[in-house]
């Protein structure tokens, strides 16, 4: 009997102590998978490279101003793209931070405004899907080119200002010479009337969080300096994570991208409720951080940078 009893407790001591190693081993792989959520990495996946052109499709009315805006932001991205390069900080020396997530890589990425559709009749209406988003993106070249469609003040757009103020993803284009290419789009809404408080600021008051007091766009339009902040952050985001197995942090489903990870910073010393120390115009009292062609001034994102895992700012 006191071996019977002997070897019971064996089995016991030997059965706790293996429980206590697959606790152990579970809890350090909850630890290790719980590390790779939390830092900013990349996928293996493909970047977009080689020579690509930035597509704008307009919905609903626009002024010529405000399409001006937008237009001169993206030729700004390219430093060769003007005899005359603008002042420091500028936007190209903002976009060309990006050549940091191609160091590993022998490939590059060069972009260039393209075409522009106007669609100021509402062709689909005021209420759109994603669905409809991508339809109207396929408007755009197919091959080489990010399309961009930007929605008016008054159009209301799936998820618009409940969860996201822009969004972009890629989809399958007609067959060119044969061939089915891949097409990457963006779509970002004007939030002046719908939700400047949360796709505006620091324009407008924040809906949430600090009250801080607003500053002043760069552009004298709330809608379209939200805009830019937004259209730039989805563009870095496109180029670094077209196909959603880039760079990101996080979960691939909802993913921080290389602006994204950086939300609200747009200088040093950025804090919650604070967009950080930014450079500020002497005449208008207008606050920004990059300069563009044409005496644009712009306010942009923070960029993740992969190799310090921190945000990078201009200023």
Known sequence: MASLGSSRILFTLFLAISLLHLNSA???LSET???QLLK???HKGPLLNGKISINL???GKFKPSQRAIISD???S???SSTSKPPKSPSVSTWWKSTEKYYSSTNKKLGISLGTQILDENYSLGKSLTTNQIVKLASKGPHSNAINVVLTAADVAVEGFCSSRCGTHGSSNGARVNGKRYKFAYIWV???ETQCPGQC???FHQPIYGPQSPPLVAPNNDVGLDGMVINVASLLVGTATNPFGNGYFQGPKEAPLEAASACAGVYGKGAYPGSAGNLLVDPTTGASFNANGINGRKYLLPALMDPKTQACSTLV
Do not use: C, E, H, V
């Open 73 to 75: 932001l993206i030729t």
């Open 200 to 202: 505006a600021w620091p």
């Open 77 to 79: 991205l390219s430093s």
């Open 57 to 59: 499709i307009w919905y």
């Open 33 to 35: 998978s719980s590390d």
């Open 40 to 42: 900013f990495q990349y």
């Open 26 to 28: 579970a809890r350090t």
């Open 189 to 191: 809404g004007n939030s």
